[in-house]
């Protein structure tokens, strides 16, 4: 397979899995080295704002404990497109476009719930592509009563 | 034992009238727009913090809970004012952005400019247009008292006639005082618009019976020694503040240790202060959180959310402060997420003709932890202010209280 077509694939496998809330196969894509983080700007008080960071144990935490909290149900499908990818030595840089939808349970109606912007960095070194980093960089900072499960 | 349509609309049995509240408070648009002015106009609020306009024409942009658009500014002078965000002139929007700096508020719409005290210092082709019938001192912005305190914020009052902040507050932030004599900095905004009532987010806060909702707590919280000891303290105003514990983190999955702690604060210490009608200081281990409710409608509620820090963090404080944060009052944090869903969840049973009738205030445990005083403490003073009472706020004839508020 092309090196760009398995760079985009790992990026669409990461969104289907995190849609199928099958946190074991999304770490399955990611390198040990893993890092996860949620940031946005702030145009109110004119600050970078850090979400979410976490390492891959942390990630594997949050999974495991997600299904002890209270959170709404509701299924959010990830539609990311591929816009750029940079290849440098044995990672690539990529950087796609996120739109994340919310489908209510009831009845089914579907709404726009977050757009973002997600930059990977991708190992190519180990034959299989990894996720060595993630960061979901967000256009949307009101979430209603928000989410218990990442982008 | 299921009830029929009579025992459902009956009120609660054996609970004095002081104990439950009749759903219609959270559900009717003529209560709704009554408490804008009852209860929100001539109350103190907080718009901003100091941080947030740090220097000289630094503005900051808050809707008002009235619905009434302002501009907190801080002038050459660095005394921080606050205006009416709207131009006098045709009533457009003077400033667009959430925040800025700017040393003239110029309205794009016929350049008319205001300087940072309210004075209009430019009407474009002025004598051409008024001659001598009008000039820029007739034009000046409506302001609006604004005090700082409390920790370095930004209050501000609609009503020209009101009292002092610190008689309005009194002694109700005395318990957090100790901890807030550092400057302090705002690390985190955002704001969640949820179809609820802005008092069930106010209940929420008033009140830890619910902390079953919450994994976290429970584990942390409601397991551990020193919990079921924390008391409510009641003060005028509506205000009230719920006293401290020690709160073990090591016993969440994956937490750790708050090392970077709050100076004066027992680690893992952790008090709150309501503010009538609808402010909490929440300051937890590391973090003092802020929540504002600024209703929009009965049934819609836009809440803000500022996490802070202390001023001189380093780099590394920050970031722990911002983590531990996240961790639970994030966006995608444990608790924030728990709280504002089952807010939702009571908007959608409360909305109107769901035939939802009452809410019970009832549980009585010597003011500790899971005691609603808060919450009657609140309804109290609501009731005092609106001239409805809570318990009968379409006054269709219920009897009077049994007994006083608690």
């Known amino acids: ?151 | 034992m299921a009830k029929t349509a009579a025992e459902w609309n009956a009120p609660p049995p054996k609970f004095p009238v002081t104990h439950y509240v009749d759903s219609r408070i959270y559900t009717e648009q003529e209560i709704f727009e009554e408490e804008r002015e009852k209860l929100f106009r001539p109350s103190w609020i907080i718009a901003c913090h100091e941080s947030e306009v740090a220097n000289a024409f630094d503005y900051r942009l808050f809707t008002h809970p009235t619905g009434v658009p302002l501009i907190v500014v801080r002038g050459e002078d660095m005394k921080v004012r606050c205006f009416y965000n709207i131009c006098p002139h045709r009533g457009n929007t003077i400033l667009y952005d959430p925040a800025g700096n700017a040393k003239r508020m110029t309205c794009i719409f016929h350049a008319w400019s205001f300087d940072t005290q309210g004075n209009c210092v430019e009407i474009s082709r002025a004598e051409q247009g008024y001659q001598d019938r009008f000039c820029t001192k007739d034009a000046g912005l409506r302001e609006v008292k604004v005090e700082m305190g409390f920790g370095g914020f930004a209050w501000v009052n609609l009503d020209d006639a009101c009292g002092s902040l610190a008689d309005y507050i009194g002694p109700a932030m005395d318990v957090l005082q100790p901890y807030m004599q550092e400057p302090m900095e705002v690390f985190h905004f955002n704001r969640a618009i949820v179809d609820t009532n802005y008092k069930l987010w106010h209940d929420t806060n008033s009140e830890f019976y619910h902390d079953f909702v919450h994994y976290f707590n429970r584990i942390t919280g409601m397991m551990q020694p020193g919990y079921f000891e924390r008391k409510y303290t009641a003060f005028p105003n509506g205000h009230a503040s719920v006293g401290s514990m020690s709160i073990q983190y090591d016993k969440y999955a994956g937490s750790k240790e708050r090392a970077v702690g709050w100076p004066g604060l027992t680690p893992g210490g952790w008090y709150m202060v309501d503010l009538f009608p609808g402010m909490t200081y929440n300051l937890r281990t590391s973090v003092l959180r802020i929540d504002t409710a600024i209703p929009l409608g009965p049934n819609k509620v836009a809440i803000e959310f500022r996490g802070l820090g202390l001023k001189r963090d380093t780099p590394e404080q920050r970031a722990e402060r911002v983590f531990d944060h996240n961790t639970i009052w994030g966006p995608f944090g444990r608790n924030l997420h728990e709280d504002l869903l089952a807010v939702h969840g009571q908007g959608r049973a409360m909305r109107e003709n769901t035939d939802s009738r009452w809410v019970i205030h009832g549980r009585e445990e010597n003011s500790t932890i899971h005691d609603e005083v808060g919450m009657r403490h609140f309804y109290a003073e609501w009731s005092r202010r609106m001239g409805r009472p809570s318990y009968d706020p379409m006054r269709e004839g219920r009897p009077e209280p049994a007994r006083a508020a608690a």
């Open chain 1, 1 to 151: 397979m092309e090196q760009r077509q398995q760079i985009e694939e790992l990026v669409y496998r990461s969104c289907l899995a995190l849609d199928d809330r099958d946190f074991k196969a999304f770490l399955e894509l990611c390198d040990p080295g893993f890092r996860y983080k949620v940031t946005a700007y702030s145009p109110e008080i004119r600050k970078e704002l850090v979400w979410l960071d976490h390492d891959r144990k942390g990630m594997e935490t949050l999974f495991t404990n997600l299904p002890r909290h209270n959170s709404d149900h509701a299924p959010l499908t990830r539609h990311a497109t591929v816009y750029t990818v940079k290849v440098d030595g044995g990672q690539a840089e990529v950087v796609s476009a996120l739109q994340v939808f919310r489908t209510a349970l009831d009845g089914g109606a579907t709404e726009l719930f977050a757009v973002a912007r997600l930059v990977d960095t991708i190992k190519l070194d180990g034959g299989t592509p990894k996720l060595a980093a993630r960061l979901v960089r967000m256009g949307t900072r009101q979430l209603g009563f928000g989410s218990h499960i990442p982008f």
